[in-house]
């Protein structure tokens, strides 16, 4: 029979080889489609590289965190209204991203002809993510 203790590292060190495998994919998917950089170089905002990086890893680390754990936060309405924007923004701006560095839109576009539209049909598909978030955490999110 195998002590509890020793059964347990090997638990956590299956848990962390599988977290690692998959943050190695989720990194490798993000520099192969270059998302960050092309965001950086869209928001001409080079200065901020490292708040950016810093960004993403804590964020992968926080959501492991919170994704693993019972905690359970009693928040405001008006806390979940801005998480719900924060995440909104966030899928958003990977969806935006992901489209321009893909060039699904732009040529699914200009193949039926909307190539005039192709800005406002990519904010629609933004806010639409943005307030798609914040509906789910605003109702769908116990407060």
Do not use: C
Request: charged fraction near 10%; aromatic fraction near 16%; charge should be positive.
């Amino acid at each position: 029979m195998i002590p509890t203790v020793m059964l347990n590292l090997f638990q956590a060190l299956i848990g962390f080889s599988g977290g690692l495998a998959v943050g190695g994919g989720f990194v490798a998917f993000i520099t192969l489609l270059g998302i960050i950089p092309r965001l950086v170089q869209l928001s001409k905002t080079d200065r901020y590289v490292r708040v950016y990086s810093a960004s993403v890893v804590f964020g992968l680390f926080a959501g492991s965190y919170l994704t693993f754990t019972d905690i359970y936060m009693n928040q405001t309405f008006l806390a979940l209204a801005l998480w719900g924007i924060f995440h909104g923004m966030f899928n958003g701006m990977l969806a935006a991203s992901l489209t321009e560095v893909l060039n699904v839109f732009p040529i699914l576009f200009k193949r039926i002809g909307l190539n005039n539209y192709l800005i406002v049909l990519l904010m629609a598909l933004v806010f639409g993510k943005v307030f798609g978030s914040l509906f789910q955490w605003t109702i769908f999110v116990k407060y």
